[in-house]
Nanobody
């Protein structure tokens, strides 16, 4: 089992920045891909960004050029740097890891964190 704990969410004005962290513990593996998803109120969970074991990355079109995903294997932590935030970025952000499925799909992951709220005011 792998346990994930997100942190770094909060309230920020439009145009501002936040950095989310996702700390993993348990049976972690640097061979796992890790991803960030988000779910706004009343909407389905959507893909944000993913980083594979070899550090290649994939981003949703809506965040390209504004968000950056990275990982520190020594700390078993994945980060999501979010710049130029918009009100549409408001959501609960979840990190995920494990699994061998497509990195942009929720079913591609076995382990999920509890989520952290990000609220962007206009």
């Amino acid at each position: 089992q792998v346990q994930l704990v997100e942190s770094g969410g909060g309230l920020v004005q439009a145009g501002g920045s936040l950095r989310l962290s996702c700390a993993a513990s348990g049976r972690t593996s640097s061979s796992y891909a890790s991803g960030w998803f988000r779910q706004a109120s009343g909407k389905e969970r959507e893909f944000v960004a993913a980083i594979r074991w070899e550090s290649s990355t994939t981003y949703a079109d809506s965040v390209k050029g504004r968000f950056t995903i990275s990982r520190d294997n020594a700390k078993n932590t994945v980060y999501l740097q979010m710049n130029s935030l918009k009100p549409d970025d408001t959501a609960v952000y979840y990190c995920a890891t494990g699994g061998n499925g497509p990195v942009a799909k929720p079913y591609g992951y076995n382990y999920w964190g509890q989520g952290t709220q990000v609220t962007v005011s206009a």
